[in-house]
């Protein structure tokens, strides 16, 4: 059973990088993480999280382990797509109801939606899980 939870916020820099972090923390040690895709800064992440254990550790502080952390990663559009990669972008906006150009736009990170049209992706987002989850092989 996960007995910590991290909210850890994924997003694009203005440099084209990627960085995830929280306001989370064990002791004085923050989590944080960078790179040039969103999978190597979540791995920069989590060695970040067991950096921080093992500081613990070294000062006799009872923490939990890595694997009694639960991560819940919140993503911007652009860090979404990037990790997410095997989704046809254009047969995204087709599902969810928005502009293939648009969507393009936003997956690139040159423009950003709307509350309206966030809300859009966000319900096709979910509703693909749901029927991911609905389905068997």
Known sequence: MKNMKVFAIVEKGSDGKFSVYSDAHLGNSYFGGFGDSVASAKADFVLSINEAIAEQV???KSVPG???IAIEYRYDIPSFFNYFDFINVSKFAEYAGINESKMRAYKSGVSFPGEKTTAKIFKAVRN???EFCASSL
């Open 58 to 60: 070294a000062d006799g």
């Open 66 to 68: 890595i694997d009694d």
């Open 128 to 130: 693909i899980g749901a």
